[in-house]
């Protein structure tokens, strides 16, 4: 075997070995390379990054409404019913941009961007968005993006994160792994699989939360108007309007009794969108 040939494969034997299986909150098998803390380090950098690189909502009701949305979905107890070993804090950033546009980050981080809100016109449909993206970080979804990363494109880039570097020089493919679209790094999006599984995950947060399920539907009803039938820049990758509102509407029989009882519990948000 050529030199070259030698090291590949002893680059790729590396990154097995250091991958572990586990279970994402759906039962589906996962294959991940990086541990929480590293990918609560990697969340906190991008963040970082678009946070330089966004601008900020001064508006303080439209901060204050997302706000509350964000705090009833990642209350503790809550989580706890997606995930028990969910014990982050959640920075909320609105940005002001037109983009119809939201994101979760490992570590506990959420962006929104005001453009969202004309779509999403009430909490729970804005609840329906956030319970979405929150749902990729519960299901480890950036971690899993980027272990597939390095075990496909094998080569120095990829060793030299395997092992542990970090830095400006490795930003680009980070934030690629963890779904970010285009104005932040390369666009490496979340696969249907995935997106699917936020759906479902998605959707109980909202419930146990206390935001009516059914408003997910309408929500995807308001996206494919919003864009004619094609899906938002922020959702090209994911499955079609319609795809998505039947099947969300086919798991309103499991939601729907969740949300019953929250609210039997006095569970629901008051949150107030900003006229």
């Known amino acids: 075997m050529r030199a070259e040939g030698k090291l590949l494969s002893g680059v790729i034997m590396t990154l097995l ?3 572990a299986t586990h279970q994402s909150p759906t039962g589906r098998d996962q294959m991940l390379m990086f541990s929480a803390d590293q990918m609560r380090e990697l969340g ?6 678009i946070k ?5 909502s001064t508006d303080a009701r439209v901060n204050a409404y997302v706000q509350c ?9 809550v989580l706890a019913q997606v995930d028990p070993g969910q014990v982050e804090r959640w920075e909320v950033v609105v940005f002001e ?8 980050l490992p570590g506990g981080h959420i962006g929104v961007y005001t453009g969202l809100l004309d779509v999403a016109q009430t909490p729970d449909q804005l609840a329906a968005v956030m319970g979405h993206e929150i749902g990729h970080v519960l299901a480890d979804h950036g971690n899993e993006q980027v272990s597939r990363g390095q075990l496909t494109n094998a080569g120095l880039q990829i060793a030299q994160v395997a092992l542990g570097a970090s830095g400006t020089e490795n930003s680009d493919l980070i934030m690629a792994g963890l779904g970010l679209g285009a104005q932040v790094g390369i666009m490496l999006p979340f696969g249907r699989q995935q997106e699917s599984e936020s759906d479902v995950i998605g959707l109980s947060l ?12 309408t929500l995807w009803q308001n996206m494919a108007k919003a864009s004619g039938g094609a899906p938002p820049e922020f959702l090209s990758t994911h499955p079609s309007s319609q795809t998505r509102i039947s099947q969300l509407s086919s798991l309103q029989s499991d939601a729907v009794p969740i949300y ?4 039997a519990q006095g569970r629901k948000p008051t949150c107030k969108a900003p006229d």
Do not use: H, I
């Not at 906190?44 to 990054?49: D, G, I, L, T, Y």
């Not at 330089?52 to 900020?56: F, K, L, V, Y």
């Not at 909202?206 to 539907?217: E, I, L, Q, R």
């Open 206 to 217: 909202m419930a146990y939360a206390g935001f009516d399920p059914s408003a997910a539907v």
């Open 69 to 77: 949305v964000a705090d009833a979905l990642t209350a503790p107890g």
């Open 260 to 263: 019953q009882k929250a609210l």
């Open 52 to 56: 330089q690189q966004e601008t900020r």
């Open 44 to 49: 906190a950098q991008s963040f970082e990054k």
């Open 17 to 19: 070995v250091g991958c």
């Open 97 to 104: 941009s037109k983009q119809v546009n939201a994101f979760a």
